[in-house]
């Protein structure tokens, strides 16, 4: 799971800017031969992240120290899905362990 999360990013950091922003919209889109790896692997790391929102609150926070930096990573990717599922992350797993409330 973590080493396609980072190698989307190694990518998406090298590639994504090379990519049309409407192929980010839809991350089951082909952006073509430009950036294979972070357009194909979207779809991946969406379900990744919709999985780690579905954790309880002890799975997460036995992997905190793995899942946190590459949720910080992922904050600078192009797709608007991606930053959105961080986003739930942050606020149903990470503020409870933080003590924050989100309400």
Same mark, same amino acid.
């Given at each position: 799971?973590?080493?396609?999360?980072?190698?989307?990013?190694?990518?998406? /950091?090298?590639?994504?800017?090379?990519?049309?922003?409407?192929?980010?919209?839809?991350?089951? /889109?082909?952006?073509?031969?430009?950036?294979?790896?972070?357009?194909?692997?979207?779809?991946?790391?969406?379900?990744?992240?919709?999985?780690?929102?579905?954790?309880?609150?002890?799975?997460?926070?036995?992997?905190?120290?793995?899942?946190?930096?590459?949720?910080?990573?992922?904050?600078?990717?192009?797709?608007? /899905?991606?930053?959105?599922?961080?986003?739930?992350?942050?606020?149903?797993?990470?503020?409870?362990?933080?003590?924050?409330?989100? /309400?």
């Amino acid at each position: 799971m973590m080493d396609v999360l980072e190698n989307f990013l190694i990518s998406e /950091e090298k590639d994504g800017t090379l990519i049309d922003p409407n192929v980010w919209r839809m991350s089951s /889109e082909s952006g073509g031969k430009v950036a294979v790896y972070c357009t194909s692997f979207a779809v991946v790391v969406v379900e990744i992240l919709n999985t780690i929102i579905m954790f309880s609150t002890d799975q997460f926070a036995r992997h905190k120290n793995v899942i946190f930096p590459v949720l910080c990573s992922l904050v600078k990717v192009q797709s608007d /899905e991606i930053r959105g599922l961080i986003y739930t992350i942050l606020s149903k797993q990470v503020a409870p362990l933080i003590d924050v409330s989100m /309400e």
